[in-house]
């Protein structure tokens, strides 16, 4: 990404602005739904809305950590931490797995309990209501949320997007089982609906943590973009080869590093003015990264990185 402080002022308030609206509507959203679930919940005593209830508590967690962590994000770049705080996004979203995760196993421990002693869940009608409700303010939620990642590009935004939109098929799930329960007697539906979210909702976890902890271990660009940036970086005629090349994302920053290798011969000015040509058209190609170019001589025998 450029250097923050080349960029318009307005711009990154702006970027700033749509994270944080974005983490007080997902805590908005989630406080409203625990309200409304635990009503359903007391009414009908359905294990299925015991689960959505305690997805709902877990999504308010995970949504006040991500507000915490968007906001530290968000400072600039110190002294101390010269790449900036993007990372606190990632931090998030292992916080924001483990929330998930643990809630998944809580909600098969109810369901196997519910299974050895059924129970005939009474006023579904009001629990299918409370579920279309969610629906309706989960989908508004999300669709706000793709929107601010399309803008900004933020890991932990998208994270809490991603356990958001399991909460869809969560709550569809709860409407089938108080259906099958409530309507028709089936009492074992209840529990395995419930079971059944448990594992949607460990699916979406793995996801949220692999691109999390890919993210804290500085994982490459995917190969595509790597080679993207290795023809830009040798298009012009004065390039003999590029190595030592090394990208790396942290929160909504990026980072291209790589070396240059120029004829032996060539002059400093000459050999600046061909690296701010490459560095210019990869900043073009990739707006939100910072890159860093070294120029080598031909020739010059180096410790060079054993990946290319």
């Not at 299974?115 to 989908?139: D, H, Q």
């Not at 660009?221 to 298009?235: G, K, M, N, S, V």
């Not at 000015?269 to 690296?275: D, G, K």
Request: glycine share 4%; net charge negative; hydrophobic share 50%.
């Amino acid at each position: 990404m450029p250097d923050e402080a080349a960029k318009p002022v307005s711009e990154i308030a702006r970027v700033g602005q749509l994270m944080r609206r974005a983490t007080y509507a997902s805590v908005a959203v989630a406080s409203t739904l625990i309200v409304a679930k635990f009503a359903a919940w007391a009414i009908t005593d359905s294990v299925a809305m015991l689960s959505a209830l305690i997805d709902s508590l877990l999504d308010a967690a995970a949504s006040l950590i991500n507000l915490f962590a968007v906001r530290h994000a968000l400072q600039p770049a110190d002294r101390e931490h010269r790449f900036g705080h993007g990372k606190a996004e990632a931090l998030a979203g292992l916080g924001q797995a483990a929330f998930i995760t643990g809630s998944a196993v809580f909600l098969v421990i109810e369901a196997a309990q519910r299974l050895a002693r059924p129970v005939v869940v009474e006023n579904s009608e009001v629990g299918i209501v409370v579920s279309i409700f969610a629906i309706v303010a989960t989908i508004s939620l999300v669709l706000y949320q793709s929107y601010v990642v399309r803008k900004t590009k933020s890991v932990a935004i998208a994270a809490d997007s991603l356990h958001y939109k399991s909460d869809l098929a969560l709550n569809a799930s709860v409407i089938a089982a108080l259906v099958l329960s409530g309507t028709f007697g089936v009492t074992f539906a209840d529990p395995l609906f419930a079971i059944g979210i448990a594992a949607f909702v460990v699916y979406s976890a793995w996801r949220i943590f692999r691109r999390s902890y890919d993210e804290l271990m500085d994982r490459e660009f995917p190969e595509d973009l790597r080679r993207q940036i290795r023809e830009i970086a040798t298009a012009p005629d004065e390039v003999i080869d590029v190595h030592d090349l090394r990208t790396r994302s942290s929160g909504r920053d990026s980072f291209i590093q790589l070396h240059l290798e120029l004829a032996a011969t060539m002059s400093l000015l000459e050999a600046h003015r061909i690296s701010d040509e490459v560095e210019e058209k990869l900043q073009r190609a990739f707006p939100d990264a910072e890159v860093m170019i070294h120029q080598d001589p031909e020739g010059v025998d180096e410790n060079r990185a054993v990946f290319r």
